[in-house]
């Protein structure tokens, strides 16, 4: 049904059909089992049989202790990983039929990251980070990335190179990178875990806001309440299987 071509991506809407009616979830994830040890001994699994839908343009929060499985997770949503058993369905495709290069161009069209540490390239500029995701895709459109640092209010500061911006400055060119390909699903995986409060708080809603404007769906993995505060929804992770949804009224 999609085809991910080299530098291409999909021809059609996220979550769509061709005439636009809504068919599928963004994310269906059924049964996911991971286990990392040999033989799988009982309660040993990382993921223990997880199901989760997030709809199109969601804003999903994870919410869990260490340990409890987000990274596994968000490491199996991007392919990086096989589960042990289960299936995840990403615009209706099964993940893990791909073969390696088709994955591969999935990952680079459809996904955007943003990670605890950053994770920019220290001797590229915050500029050329930005571009690096449009030129692995062999569309390395300067202007695109010139905006996508101008959204996260960075404009001016393109030039400067990682160590000679601060954390939330380099999370904001995370952002960048992450969205400026367009993106269905961004992952993220405690974007405020080294940041201060009051700077993450920023950073969170930026993140929202943008994605918000965009109608990009969002998988925030957080052991923090704060952090959880901008999502739509949240789901409470523990023992590597979703343990409950917080409402508006018991968030934690
Ligand atoms: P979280 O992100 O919620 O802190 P993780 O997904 O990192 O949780 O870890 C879940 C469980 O899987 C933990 O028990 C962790 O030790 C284990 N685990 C994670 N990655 C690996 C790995 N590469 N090899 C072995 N065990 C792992
Ligand atoms: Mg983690």
Known sequence: MLEYN??????????TDRRGSTVEPVIRIENLWKCYDEGCPEGSAALRGLDLEVEGG????????SGSGKTTLL????GLDRPTRGTITLEGRNIHDM???????MRRSRLGFVFQFFNLIPTLTALENVLLPLELLGKPALGSAENA???VGLEGKGGRFPHELSGGEQQRVAIARALVKDPVLVLADEPTGNLD???GDQVLDLLRDLCMQAGTTVIMATHSPLSSRIADRILRIQD???????TEANRP
């Open 6 to 15: 080299q530098g291409v991506g999909v021809s059609y809407v996220a979550g």
């Open 58 to 65: 969601e804003v999903l929060a994870l919410y869990g202790r």
């Open 75 to 78: 490491n199996l949503i991007a």
């Open 99 to 105: 073969g390696e290069f088709e994955r591969t161009q």
């Open 149 to 151: 640092l101008a959204s």
């Open 197 to 199: 409060t009051e700077t």
């Open 240 to 246: 590597g299987r979703i343990a409950g949804e917080s």
